[in-house]
């Protein structure tokens, strides 16, 4: 499906992997639904890195992985949705904040303009 949406948050990190379970548990069943509230939040969509390999230059190469295993996009209408009292509220919500925050780390939030 397209990116329809004026920009992109990333939000990029790493979990303790005896926090795996509940961390997408809690991400599926509550953080995102609780963020899809929020006025200007349009979709989000989860992804969790793997390994990749890919021709270039007529050769095949193995790419390194860097960076957090687990992403979700955010497809906002503006920047000014992060910063709104509704975002804030959504990101207290539930479990996430006692039972998941605490246990993930490299965390990287990241926003682009879709162009």
Do not use: C
């Not at 509220?89 to 926003?111: C, D, F, I, M």
């Amino acid at each position: 499906m397209p990116i329809t949406a004026r920009y992109v948050l990333m939000a990029s990190m790493d979990v303790d992997p005896d926090h795996d379970a509940i961390f997408n548990e809690v991400y599926d069943q509550e953080h995102v639904p609780f963020l899809l509230e929020v006025p200007g939040v349009l979709s989000v969509t989860r992804a969790t890195a793997e390994p990749l390999a890919m021709m270039l230059g007529g050769e095949r190469r193995e790419m390194p992985f860097e960076g957090p295993r687990y992403t979700a996009i955010y497809e906002i209408e503006s920047p000014d949705v992060v910063l709104s009292p509704e975002w804030a509220a959504a990101v207290e919500r539930g479990r996430w904040p006692s039972e998941v925050r605490p246990y993930t780390r490299n965390r990287q939030h990241k926003l682009f303009k879709v162009s």
